[in-house]
């Protein structure tokens, strides 16, 4: 059978592997926007239980939801009853990582404004899913970011966080495996509205920058990259970022301890005053079009949906003993003498697909596959009435998994029976016959029989003996006992607040500060900072939350002024909110005691950078200012040995040489017509050009 006119079905490709695994893609032909996605998961994350238990249930929750900001979920199964797989749609376009990586990589300028329309389109879209579902993400980045060719954003696989969260990493092995960032927490990493806000400031960084986060940028010198970072203007002159913008970046990165965004909602509103107060970063979408179409020019190939953080290697399509997709009533199993048959045809034909412009359908499919995935050919013909159809019997292959329970051939799936539990409350261990299957609620395909299914809460493990049928559900609901409540909450707020505090002789933080995890009884509270210190006895009860203000003033008589000093080759302007101390040919600045966040510029050579300092009664608290390069290019007539400030730097010509902000002597010397001398004053606003000739007396 033919193809449909204008609709041809491309060979499955790998698209992308990273942390979580790898992307599966197939793309439809004619005039489709979306083409079939699957992720399959590595067995590293899935060999958790409740992994695949949590994905479950926010797929569940999410559902319902639906808008085009964000990639729908189609289906989570269990491929070959081994790898876990998650299947969506995938829109026509570029993933955010990959479009940063090749950036870079192509020399292109990401200009601020077409960053900053990305930035726009992604806060209220984060924010959306926290307003209609009270939901979030926790794992957004430019992995699950895709731009199509319209400069729209859309966020992809948005139901894995809650699964990741499972996972119980540390907070630098959230990022150095998955690239997913999160922000410091008392206890376990949590994937919550924090985390939505420090993974939108970390996608805007990125976006700025030009360039993915390297493993070691985060968290420890992000804080220097948003003090170091510039706008760059499509001809690539870069210009300091405002102090409105660098801040936003800095609260969303809850580098600010005081002033960091509580809400998405808030980040989102800081934003929009952000870009209405200052039209330099306005977002232009026309900028952001322009610019991808820039990049797709730059490329023999345009790239389609693929992303890793070391760009992936896109593999050969599998293959697979056969590939059978129905449209209606499922078809018998292969027999065994079918299949002898189809391996001796000569693997030369390409399926034939006759698609049908529609949403994706991934039901319907009767796939027997082997176990690795490799391409094959195939000398059948496939008959459908629907792309997706066609496209998800690729993409499977791709796969070479899909011999799902549920849609397999109809002696398959008579096969089967389905057990489904549930708990109040939720979050119970399932065992199925001694073997971990997930958490309440659960829904799982057994072969039909007398099965163990053992349901751990708190309290004593219950065991249920039940039999499955063939193609009959088998329901189970049970209360179970709640844990006890042992522990309460503490609050505690000095004034001033960075007292630190400790609590029944161990260190716990500085305010304010809320402890969470306070066991039931009474504890000795103490508070010191360098006005004084205070000692508390506190009562805590069970699920009871406890609030300790103290204030922490001075005793008569004590010092509350320090000192700060800066140092640094130029003269440097210090500012307080905006009000100007001193400057850094000053030997010190007398500063109230306490926290301070200073500025320091030096607005000719287009430098500002922001430090919180900590002054202390009576001390100098310093500051050591390390100035970033601008670029310097010389040349001269006919040539000439270049030194800078004495140092030896080569001969003419010399293109982009980064040279240290501030004001340097350049020599050029010709053995024939000796030596001139010139002072340039590099910044970073633009680059510095520099050239003589030596012919001209």
């Known amino acids: 059978m033919g193809q449909a006119a204008g609709s041809t079905t491309g060979a499955p490709v790998l698209a992308s592997e990273d942390g979580l695994g790898k992307r599966y893609q197939v793309q439809t032909g004619g005039d489709r926007e979306v083409h079939p996605e699957l992720l399959c998961f590595r067995p590293e994350l899935t060999d958790n239980p ?5 994905l479950r249930e926010r797929v569940s929750l999410l559902s319902t939801f639906q808008h085009p900001s964000y990639i729908p979920v189609r289906r989570i199964d269990r491929l070959n009853g081994r790898t876990l797989a998650l299947f969506s749609d995938c829109p026509s376009g570029v993933r955010l990582a990959e479009l940063l990586v090749e950036t870079e990589r192509r020399g292109l300028v990401l200009d601020i404004n077409s960053a900053m329309c990305v930035l726009q389109q992604l806060a209220p879209a984060a924010a959306l899913l926290h307003q209609s579902v009270h939901l979030a993400n926790g794992a957004l980045g430019p992995e699950r970011l895709i731009l199509t060719p319209q400069a729209r954003l859309v966020i992809a696989e948005s139901a894995i966080g809650g699964a990741l969260e499972q996972l119980h990493y540390t907070r630098e092995r959230y990022w150095q495996d998955l690239r997913v960032a999160l922000p410091p927490s008392p206890g376990e990493p949590k994937f919550d509205e924090l985390a939505d806000i420090t993974q939108l400031g970390m996608v805007g ?14 968290p420890g010198a992000v804080s220097d990259l948003v003090e170091l970072a510039y706008a760059r203007s499509r001809s690539g002159d870069g210009t300091p970022l405002s102090s409105g913008l660098r801040s936003w970046l800095r609260r969303a990165l809850q580098l600010d301890a005081r002033h960091s965004f509580g809400s998405i909602a808030e980040a989102t509103t800081g934003l929009e005053e952000l870009v209405a107060n200052d039209d330099r970063y306005a977002g232009d979408m026309n900028a ?18 693929a992303t890793s953080d070391d760009r992936p290697q896109i593999g050969q399509p599998p293959v ?6 129905t449209l209606t009533a ?39 596959a082997t176990e690795e995935p490799q391409l094959v050919t195939q000398s059948k013909k496939f008959m459908v009435n629907r792309s997706w159809i066609a496209a998800a019997a690729a993409v499977t292959a791709v796969a070479a998994l899909l011999a799902w329970p549920r849609y397999m051939s109809s002696a398959t799936a008579a096969s089967n029976g389905t057990l489904t539990v549930s708990t109040n409350p939720p979050g119970a261990q399932i065992l199925v016959d001694n073997v971990p299957r997930g958490q309440s609620p ?40 709640k844990a006890a409540i042992t522990t309460g909450t503490l609050q505690i707020k000095t004034e001033p607040s960075g007292a630190r505090v400790t609590v029944d002789g161990q260190a716990r933080g500085n305010t304010p500060l809320t402890l969470a995890d306070l066991e039931a009884g009474e504890h000795s509270v103490v508070l010191e900072n360098d006005l004084g210190s205070a000692s508390h006895s506190v009562v805590i009860q069970p699920g009871v939350p406890a609030t300790l203000v103290v204030p922490l003033g001075a005793p008569q008589g004590a010092i509350v002024s320090g000192w700060m000093s800066v140092s640094a080759p130029i003269e440097l302007q210090v500012y307080e909110q905006g009000r100007l101390l001193g400057s850094s040919s000053i030997d010190r600045i007398m500063l109230a005691s306490g926290p301070h966040e200073i500025e320091i510029a030096n607005e000719p050579l287009g430098f500002r950078m922001t430090r919180t300092i900590q002054v202390a009664p009576g001390k100098v608290s310093p500051i050591a200012v390390t100035l970033p390069k601008g ?32 004001s340097h002597e350049v020599v050029f010397t010709n053995p024939q017509f000796g030596e001139q001398r010139r002072v340039i004053n590099v910044t970073l606003k633009a680059p510095i050009r520099a050239s003589i000739d030596f012919s001209k007396k």
């Not at 697979?320 to 997709?325: D, F, I, L, T």
């Not at 199993?333 to 034909?349: F, H, K, L, Q, R």
């Open 442 to 481: 659960l829904n799982l395909s057994l072969l039909p029989g007398q099965h163990s299914v053992v349901v751990r809460g708190d309290g004593e493990p219950r065991t249920i003996p039940v039999t499955i049928t063939a193609g009959a559900t088998s329901s189970h609901y049970l209360d179970l006992p």
């Open 50 to 54: 409740s992994f695949e238990s949590a």
């Open 288 to 305: 952001l079009t322009a610019f991808l179409a820039a990049y797709q020019a730059s490329s023999a190939t345009g790239t389609v949906c």
């Open 320 to 325: 697979v003993s056969q590939v059978e997709a």
């Open 205 to 218: 960084l990125a976006l700025v920058l030009g360039r993915p986060l390297n493993g070691d940028e985060y």
């Open 631 to 662: 670029v310097v290019s010389l040349n001269a007539i006919p040539w000439a040995t270049v030194s800078i400030d004495g140092e030896n730097v080569g001969e003419t010509p010399i293109g982009n040489l980064p040279v240290t902000i501030g």
């Open 330 to 368: 499922p078809q018998p199993s292969v027999t065994e003498a079918e299949t002898e048959a189809t391996e001796a045809e000569p693997a030369t034909a390409t399926p034939e697909i006759t698609p049908f412009r529609d949403r994706p359908v991934w039901s319907h499919l009767t796939i027997t």
